[in-house]
């Protein structure tokens, strides 16, 4: 099986830099998604990472770590619009594709 | 660009009723999904189908049925509903390609009295 574990909250300052962390166990770790999730809406694709180091887009970075089993978020600059929920989700490899997902980072960004 | 619908947004069932939400995609995608959403839970896995016709368990499956009779549906039926179920249902489609994200419906917000 596999074990996922994210912060329940966080919160920050708007302009700010945030790193949310998740931690992972699995067997065929086959690459690593964060989404982030408004309330009351669907989740959307923020990053995928496979191999180890950091991927950028923007404002958002993420980083993996795979011996380790550890993956960052990392958000500059932070908006009043980053307030949402970001979830870690873990694809193993043999099988089918099913990630499994985290029970996901609530960011509260205050002024 | 529709990308997953989902059917009806918002529903208040009686204990013991049935019931079928729906899912439909036009990204032609392979697989599909339904999880449900639970306050600190995150999303958990019902069922999934991996093509048109088949069909598997998740990490949550009992109390629903599935059927994939089309490739573009997915549908999650409740027999006998209890308030346990009571949850926000979210559908999700995606390639079946380890690189590439699922895409997630609005979700369907129900109750259970």
């Known amino acids: 099986g596999q074990n996922i574990d994210q912060p329940t909250e966080m919160t920050a300052t708007e302009g700010a830099i945030v790193q949310i962390n998740c931690t992972y166990q699995?067997?065929?770790?086959?690459?690593l998604f964060w989404y982030q999730q408004h309330a009351g809406e669907a989740p959307t694709f923020l990053s995928y990472?496979?191999?180890?180091g950091l991927e950028e887009k923007g404002r958002f970075s993420s980083f993996l770590s795979r011996s380790k089993g550890y993956s960052y978020l990392l958000l500059k600059e932070l908006q009043m619009k980053d307030s949402a929920s970001y979830l870690c989700?873990?694809?193993?490899?043999?099988?089918?594709?099913?990630?499994?997902f985290g029970r996901g980072t609530s960011l509260i960004v205050h002024p | 660009n529709a990308g997953v619908t989902q059917t009806p947004k918002f529903r208040v069932l009686k204990t013991g009723q049935s019931m079928t939400l729906l899912c439909a995609q036009d990204?032609?995608?392979?697989?599909m999904y339904w999880y449900r959403q639970d306050p600190g839970m995150g999303l958990r896995l019902i069922h999934y189908?991996?093509?048109?016709?088949?069909?598997a368990k998740g990490e949550v499956p009992d109390g629903y049925n599935v059927s994939r009779l089309k490739k573009q549906n997915f549908l999650l039926g409740l027999e006998s509903a209890a308030p346990s179920q009571t949850s926000v249902y979210f559908c999700?489609?995606?390639?079946?390609?380890?690189?590439?994200?699922?895409?997630f419906g609005d979700g369907t917000r129900l109750s259970i009295l």
């Open positions: 999700a489609s995606g390639t079946g390609d380890s690189n590439q994200p699922q895409h």
């Open positions: 699995t067997s065929g770790f086959n690459g």
């Open positions: 990472n496979v191999l180890d």
């Open positions: 989700a873990v694809s193993s490899s043999g099988g089918s594709y099913i990630p499994t």
């Open positions: 990204m032609n995608h392979e697989y």
């Open positions: 189908s991996v093509g048109e016709g088949t069909t």
